[in-house]
């Protein structure tokens, strides 16, 4: 089986483009990942192209502005998690050998104006809000969480979208988390700073085989060490809290295997992005992922931990360090591309990240769970 | 609005397990089929909330299962109380205070 890695990365700002932008936004998301790759459409031979709202163009239509060379242009399309799982597929395609190159584009930007949680309704889902107040109001009451644990998980998302120059929300000033317990009600506990602005935009990654690589520059490369996804596992007497992502078990049996396909341990990993549309989420991935246990995370938020410094100081890595779904935004499909990017961008650095996971839930529901090693 | 209702369910007929709301098929992929079933509507609230004027509820029905529903009214609700499902004008159940 070939290795796989990525070797360009791009992307658009997230936020209200308006209809009739989802073609340009991704052209310049793909136009954005070749540059970052030093290569040119033609060196591409396949394109997996995502979008996960069904008024969104088709990815051909992008595939078709970059170039007529006649490579494969396949859709995928798997709610929030389409971006991780176009990068799948790609990824699936090169392990297999078909081809040494690949594309990959998450666009989501509806031609005419329909709102994200309408189509997420329209599936007979509550309003996403609904079902993740009722997740954090059940964990307010089980293992005593707070709001204040739920805004500081919010604040840390939105100080970090401040140095993200393509996140849709980019506060002026540092936010604390007053602020974030002072935003509107949505659904109470969670506020409109808990919760993702949703957005539209566009991201993209070039990957390509082992063999292939030596057509990249070298300081371009980050290794695909693991790409796992899953969709929810029966297990007898489980109860089922919700339609929307499924229940702890997927979290955690993806993770499990993700770890475990890369051979590290969580104690390993420097770097997360996590599947945060709404505060509590994040707050139950840290232990869902393996970084926490029941008990203690509450503890550790309020040390500090998940945020800045948080590998040198707690031995536990960041979350969430481009804004996350909750500052950065949640197009759609462009989000699993987005971690992507902000992943190649922390492990590109000169620090000390060496190995970063990213998770995406998918409505219905799925789980992607992608770890990433600079070589 | 009428009394306590039930709600459509469905058993597996070997494992015993329920689905609320049914589901055709027992869920580990034998295509074996589940038998419709009513089970009561009411339990214990687990959480709450609301969202655009309507009221919400994470419920634990005495059956064993976890459902999400809709309560009645605004409210007050009570965590650990129990709740019961009636019909409103609308035909679709929703949830009060026993």
């Known amino acids: 089986m070939n290795d796989v890695y990525v070797v360009g990365v791009g992307m658009t700002v997230f936020g209200a483009h308006g209809p009739g932008m989802g073609v340009a936004l991704g052209v310049e998301a793909a136009r954005a990942a070749l540059a970052d790759a030093r290569t040119s459409f033609a060196g591409i031979e396949a394109v997996y192209a995502g979008s996960a709202h069904p008024l969104s163009p088709r990815g051909v239509l992008v595939a078709r502005e970059l170039g007529l060379t006649g490579v494969p242009v396949q859709h995928v399309s798997n709610a929030s998690a389409t971006g991780l799982a176009a990068v799948h597929e790609a990824a699936t395609a090169i392990e297999a050998g078909r081809v040494d190159t690949a594309l990959v584009i998450g666009l989501d930007s509806p031609e005419t104006e329909m709102p994200t949680e309408s189509v997420i309704t329209s599936e007979g889902n509550l309003p996403p809000a609904v079902s993740f107040a009722l997740w954090a109001g059940q964990r307010i009451g089980e293992h005593g969480t707070t709001l204040g644990h739920l805004a500081a998980v919010a604040a840390k998302n939105w100080n970090y979208a401040r140095d993200n120059p393509f996140a849709a929300r980019r506060a002026p000033h540092p936010v604390d988390a007053d602020r974030i317990l002072n935003s509107r009600i949505v659904a109470d506990p969670l506020t409109a700073m808990m919760c993702t602005p949703w957005g539209e935009g566009a991201a993209a990654a070039v990957l390509c085989s082992g063999q292939a690589l030596a057509r990249f520059p070298e300081d371009r490369a980050v290794h695909l060490a693991a790409s796992v996804t899953r969709s929810e596992r029966y297990n007898p007497g489980e109860v089922l809290q919700g339609a929307i992502v499924g229940s702890a078990a997927l979290t955690r049996d993806t993770a499990r295997a993700a770890l475990q396909q890369a051979e590290i341990g969580p104690d390993d990993v420097d770097v997360v992005q996590v599947h945060d549309a709404f505060a509590i989420e994040e707050i139950l991935y840290y232990e869902l992922l393996g970084f926490s246990e029941p008990g203690q995370t509450e503890e550790l938020i309020e040390a500090g931990a998940f945020g800045p410094g948080s590998r040198k100081r707690f031995g536990l890595p960041e979350f969430s360090t481009d804004g996350g779904l909750i500052a950065r935004g949640h197009p759609g499909a462009p989000t699993g591309l987005a971690q992507i990017w902000e992943t190649v961008r922390r492990l590109r650095a000169n620090d000390p990240d060496r190995i970063g996971m990213c998770h995406l839930l998918g409505s219905g529901a799925t789980c992607i769970v992608q770890v990433l090693q600079r070589p | ?98």
Not at chain 2, 24 to 35: K, Q
């Open chain 2, 1 to 98: 609005m009428n009394g306590t209702t039930t709600l459509s369910a469905s058993r597996d007929p070997l494992t015993g397990q329920l689905y609320v709301p049914p589901r055709r098929f027992a869920a580990d992929g034998s295509l074996r089929e589940c038998e419709a079933v009513q089970v009561a509507a009411q339990g214990v609230l687990l959480a709450h909330t609301s969202y655009g004027g309507t009221a919400y509820g994470l419920l634990d029905l005495d059956s064993g299962t976890r459902i999400q529903v809709r309560l009645l009214g605004d409210g007050p609700h009570t965590c650990g109380a129990r709740y019961h499902g009636v019909r409103n004008e609308d035909g679709k159940v929703v949830f009060d205070h026993e």
